[in-house]
C-alpha cells in the first residue's frame, strides 16, 4: 500500500510539473511551443496576462540553434491579456486557436493575414475595444462565440469564402450598425446576432435556406429586413422583441415559423404571410400590439 501511494504520488508530481511550464521558450518575449519545424504562440502558465502593449509576431523564430516557422496562435495564448493593444500576425500563421484573444478589452487593432485559414470558438470573444476587423477570404467559416461581446465593433467584412455563421458568433455587438453577408453563406447560426441593439440594417443573400433560432433577438433598432426566397424556416425567437420592425414580407419559400419568432415585435404594423407556411409556432406574433 505505502509503495501504491509512493508511486501515485511521483505521477501526480510529474503530471502537475508538465502544467506548471506551458511553453518551450520565450523570445523576445514571446511565449512559444515547438513541434517539428513549427512553432506555436502560447501563453505563460505562471503569468496568464503577461502579453502587453504591442505585440509584433515575427514569421520565424531561432531555438537552440534550429529555425522554426511561426504557423499558429495556439488555443488561449492572449487570452485575458487587458493591457494588449495591438498585434501584427505575420503571413506564415495558418490557425488562430480557441479563445487566443479573449477578453483583451484594450485591443484596438488586429490584422488578420490572408494565410489564416480558421479561427477557433471565442477567438475575438470580449475584445471590447476592438472596432473593426477584416476577415481574410482564406477563411471559410465564423465559429461560435468568435466576435461574441465585442461591443465596440462597429464593422466587420464577411468575405465570399465563408460558408457558415456560427451560433452566437456576434451576439451583444452592440455598436454593429449594419451587415452584408456575402452570397456564399448557406446558414446562420442560433443567437448569431443577438442583442445587437445597434444594427439597423442586414442584408441576406439567396444562399441562406434557415434562419436560427434567436438569431436576430432583441435587435431593437432593425427597421428594414427583406427574408430572401431561399429561405425555408424561421427559428423559434428568430426577431424576439425587434421593437424597430415596422413590416415585414415573408416570402413562398418559408414553411415555417417558429415559436415566438416575432413576439414583443411592438412596432410591428404589417405582415405578409404566403399560402406556403404549414406551421406558425405558438406566440410568434405575441405582443405585436
Known amino acids: 500500500m505505502k509503495h501504491y501511494l509512493k508511486h501515485l504520488l511521483l505521477c501526480l508530481c510529474l503530471f502537475a510539473g508538465t502544467n506548471v511550464l506551458a511553453h518551450d521558450a520565450i523570445i523576445d518575449g514571446i511565449y512559444y511551443n515547438f513541434s517539428g519545424n513549427a512553432a506555436t504562440v502560447t501563453y505563460s502558465s505562471s503569468n496568464p496576462s503577461a502579453y502587453s502593449g504591442n505585440i509584433i509576431i ?25 493591457g494588449l493593444t495591438s498585434v501584427t500576425i505575420p503571413g506564415s500563421v495558418t490557425s488562430i486557436g480557441d479563445a487566443a484573444f479573449r477578453g483583451c478589452s484594450s485591443l484596438t487593432s488586429v490584422t488578420i493575414p490572408g494565410s489564416v485559414t480558421s479561427i477557433g470558438r471565442s477567438a475575438f470573444k470580449d475584445c471590447s475595444g476592438l472596432t473593426s476587423i477584416t476577415i481574410p477570404s482564406s477563411v471559410t467559416s465564423i465559429g461560435e462565440r468568435t466576435f461574441s461581446h465585442c461591443s465596440g465593433l462597429t464593422s466587420i ?10 451560433e452566437y458568433a456576434f451576439e451583444y455587438c452592440s455598436s454593429l450598425t449594419s451587415v452584408t453577408i456575402p452570397s456564399s453563406v448557406t446558414s446562420i447560426g442560433d443567437h448569431a446576432f443577438e442583442d ?36 425555408t424556416s424561421i427559428g423559434d425567437y428568430a426577431f424576439y422583441r425587434c421593437s424597430g420592425l415596422t413590416s415585414i414580407i415573408i416570402p413562398n419559400s418559408v414553411t415555417s415559423i417558429g415559436y415566438d419568432a ?17 406551421s406558425i409556432g405558438n406566440y410568434a406574433f405575441q405582443g405585436c400590439i
Open 157 to 166: 467584412t464577411i468575405p465570399n469564402s465563408v460558408t457558415s455563421i456560427g
Open 58 to 82: 515575427p514569421p520565424s523564430v531561432t531555438y537552440n540553434g534550429k529555425p522554426y516557422s511561426v504557423t499558429s496562435i495556439g488555443d488561449w495564448a492572449f487570452r485575458g491579456c487587458s
Open 262 to 278: 416575432f413576439e414583443l415585435c411592438d412596432g410591428l404594423t404589417s405582415i405578409t404571410i404566403p399560402n406556403s407556411v404549414t
Open 196 to 231: 445587437c441593439s445597434g444594427l439597423t440594417s442586414i442584408t441576406i443573400p439567396n444562399s441562406v435556406t434557415s434562419i436560427g433560432d434567436f438569431a436576430f433577438s432583441d435587435c431593437s433598432s432593425l427597421a428594414s429586413f427583406t427574408i430572401p426566397n431561399s429561405v
